[in-house]
Every structure is written in structure tokens, then in C-alpha cells.
């Protein structure tokens, strides 16, 4: 019970990075301001991929018994 409640928080928290990866690389937020990671498309790229990887983990942690 506690070991699926920490995977399930941290895909939540990987999946919320995830999406300010994306808005930061593809230039939709602008936070914070001096961040090197604004208008990359790498960035965004990352994001994706680390946004998937957190809701494959909320999804792999719910089947746990």
C-alpha cells in the first residue's frame, strides 16, 4: 500500500515536470525568466518523454497488489 502510493506520487510529479518541460521548450511558460531551457526544442522532446514515463509509472503502480 505505501510502496504504490510513493510510485503513483512520484509519477505525478514526473508527469507534472514532464509538462513544464514542454511548455518551456516549446515557449508557452516563461519560468523562471534566466532558465537556458526556453524556446529548445530538446527540452520539449524530454518532456514528452519524461511526462509518458511518469503515467506509464501512475499506471504500473495502480496493478500492484
Not at 20 to 47: C, K, N, V
Request: hydrophobic share 60%; net charge positive.
Amino acid at each position: 500500500m505505501i510502496a504504490r502510493r510513493i510510485l503513483v506520487g512520484i509519477g505525478i510529479l514526473m508527469a507534472l515536470m514532464g509538462l513544464l518541460w514542454i511548455g518551456q521548450g516549446l515557449g508557452y511558460i516563461h519560468w523562471p525568466a534566466s532558465s537556458f531551457m526556453l524556446d529548445q526544442r530538446p527540452w520539449a522532446d524530454r518532456g514528452a518523454v519524461l511526462a509518458v514515463l511518469g503515467l506509464v509509472l501512475i499506471l504500473a503502480a495502480r496493478r500492484l497488489r
